[in-house]
Every structure is written in structure tokens, then in C-alpha cells.
T-cell receptor, first 113, second 111 residues
Framework: DTAVSQTPKYLVTQMGNDKSIKCEQNLGHDTMYWYKQDSKKFLKIMFSYNNKELIINETVPNRFSPKSPDKAHLNLHINSLELGDSAVYFC????????????FGSGTRLTVV | DQQVKQNSPSLSVQEGRISILNCDYTNSMFDYFLWYKKYPAEGPTFLISISSIKDKNEDGRFTVFLNKSAKHLSLHIVPSQPGDSAVYFCAASAGAQKLVFGQGTRLTINP
């Protein structure tokens, strides 16, 4: 039974399209995150939600919009996709301020052509 | 600006020998450091951590060393096993806020 699941695992799309990545956790955690692994392989935080409220919003283009319908779900919607958005996106969850206990999903590889 | 850096993109070690992975950081406010391990097509998984009040933490074959004056930490794996082949990420946090990750080091254990 997967703890943090992301869908889809792979996503290939054309420039200009709008796409969404879904994330769900069944660990009972109250905080969820989106990380982006860029071409230089750094894992960089994009957003964090605690109990459906946005608590971290890094310098991310406003084409990226997270949505948390409840504390078990954090979806990422991307408008007007650009070539530079190609990356692996990881969802994670934890209890609030528990950096020890991040659990990651297996990632979504987004390729924009 | 990258606050956590792993300057070796890859490392190859003979099975049974010691693997040493290094990590440097720039933010003196970091007070908690972690190592994550990642296999292909999987997410990173927690391996070992250390608080800034310590300089060493051991867990079985894994030991993390912290040198605060040099802003440097290292992960020692001894003895190295084939199943240790993976990408290792160093991460740090300040005041239990977000985790800041390095770019990873790919460790290959040769039989």
C-alpha cells in the first residue's frame, strides 16, 4: 500500500499545454510538499501546505498553482507549459516541522516538447 | 544560490571498503542535517540524520560526521555492499523548516 502516490509517473506534452500532477498520502501527515529536481539534479522546494493552507511558496512562476482539497491531497497544476518546465517533480509529506520524517513519492517525469 | 552542495557527482567503491560521501553548506542557521538515499524510479528515503549539537551519529554501517566550523558533513558507509549503490542526497534545515537538498552523489559499489 503506497504511502505517497503520484500520478502520472510520466508525462509528455507540448509547449503551451496545461497539465496537472496529482499526489495523495495515506500516512495521516498534515503537511505536504512539491519539490522539483532540475537539470542540475538539485531537489528544490516549490510549495508546502499544512492542513490545506499554503505555508511555503518559493520563487516559482505563477503558471504553477498548487491545490490542496484536503490534507491528504496536494495537486500541482501547470499552465502554459514551457520547455524549461521539463524536470522530475516529487511530492512529499510529513508532520508539520518534522524534517526528519519526510516521505517522498516516486516522482513524475515531465517532458515538454 | 545553492546552500547545500555535493561536489562529487559520482563515486565508485569496491565492495567491503569504506564509502565516504561529502556535503558542504553555506547557511550557518542550519541546525539539522540529513542524508537521503534514492534508487532509480523511486523517491528519496531517509537514511540518517544529525543535529548541530552533535558531531557524530552512528546507525549500523552508516555514520554521519558534522564539522560545523568547516560547514561540512560526511557520510561513511562501512563495509560497503552492492545494495548501497544509489544516489545519496544531503539535506539541511533551519528551525525545522523546509529541507534544502544538495544535488546528490551517485555511489556505485563494485563487486
Amino acid at each position: 500500500d503506497t504511502a505517497v502516490s503520484q500520478t502520472p509517473k510520466y508525462l509528455v506534452t507540448q509547449m503551451g499545454n496545461d497539465k496537472s500532477i496529482k499526489c495523495e498520502q495515506n500516512l495521516g501527515h498534515d503537511t505536504m510538499y512539491w519539490y522539483k529536481q532540475d537539470s542540475k539534479k538539485f531537489l528544490k522546494i516549490m510549495f508546502s501546505y499544512n492542513n490545506k493552507e499554503l505555508i511555503i511558496n518559493e520563487t516559482v512562476p505563477n503558471r504553477f498553482s498548487p491545490k490542496s482539497p484536503d490534507k491528504a491531497h496536494l495537486n500541482l497544476h501547470i499552465n502554459s507549459l514551457e520547455l524549461g518546465d521539463s524536470a522530475v517533480y516529487f511530492c512529499a509529506s510529513s508532520q508539520y516541522r518534522d524534517t526528519y520524517g519526510y516521505t517522498f513519492g516516486s516522482g513524475t517525469r515531465l517532458t515538454v516538447v | 544560490d545553492q546552500q547545500v552542495k555535493q561536489n562529487s557527482p559520482s563515486l565508485s567503491v569496491q565492495e567491503g571498503r569504506i564509502s565516504i560521501l561529502n556535503c558542504d553548506y553555506t547557511n550557518s542557521m542550519f541546525d539539522y542535517f540529513l542524508w537521503y538515499k534514492k534508487y532509480p524510479a523511486e523517491g528519496p528515503t531517509f537514511l540518517i540524520s544529525i543535529s548541530s549539537i552533535k558531531d557524530k551519529n552512528e546507525d549500523g554501517r552508516f555514520t554521519v560526521f558534522l564539522n560545523k566550523s568547516a560547514k561540512h558533513l560526511s557520510l561513511h558507509i562501512v563495509p560497503s555492499q552492492p545494495g548501497d549503490s544509489a544516489v545519496y542526497f544531503c539535506a539541511a534545515s533551519a528551525g525545522a523548516q523546509k529541507l534544502v537538498f544538495g544535488q546528490g552523489t551517485r555511489l556505485t559499489i563494485n563487486p
